[in-house]
Each structure stands twice: as structure tokens, then as C-alpha cells.
């Protein structure tokens, strides 16, 4: 199961070279930043829990991460969600599907009788006791402490590869959902006091929120990434022409990208470029401002995002 050392490739982007680390050729299976941020949890024994609990959306990678874990340990798995659509149901191919597959039981509130209204991680809260050593419950998108230790991983191979191509400054980009990835990459290049530079875009929530989820997991600025603005409000998860002809563009390049993430951070990226006029030195052999794209996994997602772009662009 390969779950680390993934290799990086440059391709061409509007004539800029990019670097890609390739986090998506981790194992399919638990793969992406999710392989990254459950890394911990892989990697460690606990010997009481029976049971792992979690919550988010019924098409996320990490549900169907989640149950891979789940399945790797034995654990029954529940996870959380407000609702489903119809659409994810009936799917046959995707994260929903591969879940149910490995075993997750997706418990969906909507249809819960003694739900009085209250979010899953309230739900959640109120069912499981803190003292219950055989229950571990991992909060939505991995959005925990925990992560730091695989997201430090992944923040000594970009080290490596720095040191191989005789780098000493990068410019690191990754889209954030909860941020945790782009957060804890940052702060591990910081507190080393490496000239690595990791910027970041919000495409759940707007920048604002961002860094709200940001603070409350490191409460210390100066260890948070750059966040850059998104040239348009976007919604997470609806589809957009733009996001499906950037998706088709990155395709050119050889590598498979994701339809959620992906789209919208090759478009700030995309902006980024032009606004530090980065384009101009296009075609050279060297870059002038050597960036990083980290490729964050999410394919499985793309089997079930895909067929809906198709019906709804062609
Ligand atoms: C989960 C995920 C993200 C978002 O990661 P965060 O750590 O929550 O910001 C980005 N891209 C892909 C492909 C993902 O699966």
C-alpha cells in the first residue's frame, strides 16, 4: 500500500511551468490528503475502540477514506449526514457507494426521528459519552490536531525534493475545504523557517471563514497560509462552465484532476499568475517563481461528479 514518497512532475500551465506533487498516486484506497490527514490514526494501535463515528457530506473523500480505515481496523464505522440526494443514491459508481461497500453504515438525520433539529456534530456530541474509550470520533474533513502528523509528512517529501532540484525558495498552492491540509503545511514550513510559501483558496465558505477555521485550530497567524482571493463567488459542490473547462484544459496535461477542488484552484492559481505577471516569463526553462500544486486526490469523487457535468455541459 504506498502511502507516501509520491513522486513530482512539471507540466505546462498557459506556457508557466507547474510543479504537481502527485498525492493522488497514493494508494486508492485511502488516498489524497486523506491518506495525508488519517495517517495518524493508521498508523497508531487503539486497542478499545470498536466503533469510529464521523459526519460530513454523503459524496466526500473523506467518508469513503473513513471506511477504508474502518475496514483496515476492523472498527464498524457511522457516519453522520444531513441529508442524501436522490442523485447519490442512486449512483452505482463514487465515494457513497465505495463507503457502503467497505461497510459504512451512513445514518441519515433527516430521517431520524429524535433529531430535534440539532447539526450532527451536536447529534453526535449529545450520543457519545467522553468517556467512552471505544468510540473514537474524528470531525468532518478530518479537521483535527491529528492531522498535523501526516500533513508533517508530506511537508519533509516537498523538503527532499527542494533540496534535490536545489531550490531555496517554493511557492507551495493547494484549494482548501476545511483548510486543515493548507494550515498545518504552512506552519510546519514556519516553525522550521523554510522559505516555502503555501498559499491556499476557500472553496467551501468564503476566505473570511477560512481563516476562522484556521484560528481555531492554530490560534497563531503568522503560522497560517496565504489566502488568496477567488476571482468569483462559487458555491461548493454546484457545477460551473468555468470549473469544467478548466477541468478539461488540466486534462492536456496528462494528469486526471479532481471536479470539486481541482477546477477553482487552477482558476485563482490561473489569476495568481497574471496578477504577478508570471506569465510574461512564460516558456522558460526555469521558472522564475518555482510553484508547487499539491494534486490532493478525490478522483473516486469524479466518477459520480462527472456523468452530471456531462448531462448538464455536454
Ligand atoms: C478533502 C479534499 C480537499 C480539502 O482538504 P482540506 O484539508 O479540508 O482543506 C481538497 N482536495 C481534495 C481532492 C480533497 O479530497
Sequence with gaps: MKLNSTPVERIDFCGYPVFVKRDDMLHPEFSGNKARKFRFFLDNDFPYVRRLISFGSPQSNALYSLSALAKMKGWQFDYYVDHIADQVLKSTQGNFVGACI???NVINLSQVADRRERSCSAYIDDLVSKDDDSVLVIPEGGRCEYAQYGISQLGEEILIWMRAQQLNELWVFLPSGTGTTALY???FFKKKGHSVHVMTCAAVGGSDYLKQQFSQLVSNTCFHPNVIEVPKKFH????????????KRLNDTGIEFDLLYDPLGWIVLESYLLQNDLLQHKCQKKPSRPILYIHQGGLLGNASMLPRYQRKFG
Design 102 to 104: 467497505n461497510g459504512a
Design 185 to 187: 503545511l504552512a506552519s
Design 236 to 247: 461548493f459542490g454546484q457545477l460551473y462552465r468555468p470549473f469544467y473547462e478548466m477541468w
